[in-house]
C-alpha cells in the first residue's frame, strides 16, 4: 500500500526567511501528489498539484513543489514566508483507481513564523 | 458558488449516543469521501460515495458507522453509540470524477468536529 512520510513534524522559521517542507511517497508507479495547507479550526484549503508533466509545480499563495521522481519526493518550497503561512501543512497521494480518488495522507507539518 | 457545506460544525454527543454528519457537496459533484482526523494526526480516509452507491468503505470501522448519499439531499455519516474514541474531526470532500483517473480535485468542507463526552 502506499504511503506518505513528513519527516518533520513541526518547523519554525523567521518572517521573510525561505522555506522548504518535505515530502517522500511510497508507490511502485508515479502517484497523484497534492499539498493542501489547514489553518486552525478550518478544512483544508489545496496549495498545488502534480500528475504529469512540468515537474515543477506552480501553486497558490507563491507556493511551489518539485516533484523527483529518483528520491520519491515532492517537497514544498516558498522563497520568503510571510506570518499567515502559519499552519499546518499535508502532502497527499493518490493511487488512481479508475474513479476512486482516495487521498492518502502524511501526518503534517506544523509551521510556525516567529517575527 | 458555493464550497462544501458540512454540518454540524461542532457536536457534543454523550456516550452511547448518535452522532449524524453532513455534508452537501460543490454544485456539479457527484462524487463524496468523508476524512478522519483524530487530534495530532494526519487526515485518514473512511469512505467513498457517488449517488446512491458506496463505492470504497475499506476506512470505515466495521461497526458502529455507516455512510449514505441519497439521490437527493446531502450525504449522511452517521456514528452510533459513540465512545470517546470517535472524538475527531471530520471531513468530507467532493470532486466531479470523471473517472478518467486521478485528475480530479477534492475540495474539502470546514469539517465537523465531534466531541464525545
Known amino acids: 500500500a502506499q504511503s506518505v512520510t513528513q519527516p518533520d513534524i513541526h518547523i519554525t522559521v523567521s518572517e521573510g526567511a525561505s522555506l522548504e517542507l518535505r515530502c517522500n511517497y511510497s508507490?511502485?508507479?508515479?502517484?497523484?501528489l497534492f499539498w493542501y495547507v489547514q489553518s486552525p479550526g478550518q478544512g483544508l484549503q489545496l496549495l498545488l498539484k502534480y500528475f504529469s508533466g512540468d515537474t515543477l509545480v506552480q501553486g497558490i499563495k507563491g507556493f511551489e513543489a518539485e516533484f523527483k521522481r529518483s528520491q520519491s519526493s515532492f517537497n514544498l518550497r516558498k522563497p520568503s514566508v510571510h506570518w499567515s503561512d502559519a499552519a499546518e501543512y499535508f502532502c497527499a497521494v493518490v493511487i488512481s483507481n479508475f474513479g476512486n480518488e482516495k487521498l492518502t495522507f502524511g501526518t503534517g507539518t506544523r509551521l510556525t513564523i516567529i517575527p | 458558488n458555493a464550497g462544501v457545506m458540512q454540518n454540524p460544525r461542532h457536536l457534543v454527543r454523550r456516550r452511547g449516543q448518535e452522532a449524524r454528519l453532513r455534508c452537501s457537496p460543490m454544485?456539479?459533484?457527484?462524487?463524496v469521501y468523508w476524512y478522519r482526523q483524530l487530534p495530532e494526526e494526519g487526515l485518514k480516509f473512511m469512505v467513498y460515495?457517488?449517488?446512491?452507491?458506496?463505492?470504497?468503505e475499506s476506512g470505515m470501522p466495521k461497526e458502529r458507522f455507516s455512510a449514505e448519499f441519497p439521490k437527493e439531499g446531502p450525504s449522511i455519516l452517521r456514528i452510533q453509540q459513540v465512545v470517546r474514541g470517535d472524538s475527531a474531526a471530520y471531513f468530507c470532500a467532493s470532486s466531479p470524477s470523471r473517472s478518467s483517473g486521478g485528475q480530479d480535485t477534492q475540495y474539502f468542507g470546514p469539517g465537523t468536529r465531534l466531541t464525545v463526552l
Open positions: 454544485k456539479g459533484h457527484s462524487h
Open positions: 508507490y511502485g508507479a508515479t502517484p497523484y
Open positions: 460515495l457517488q449517488k446512491e452507491n458506496i463505492i470504497d
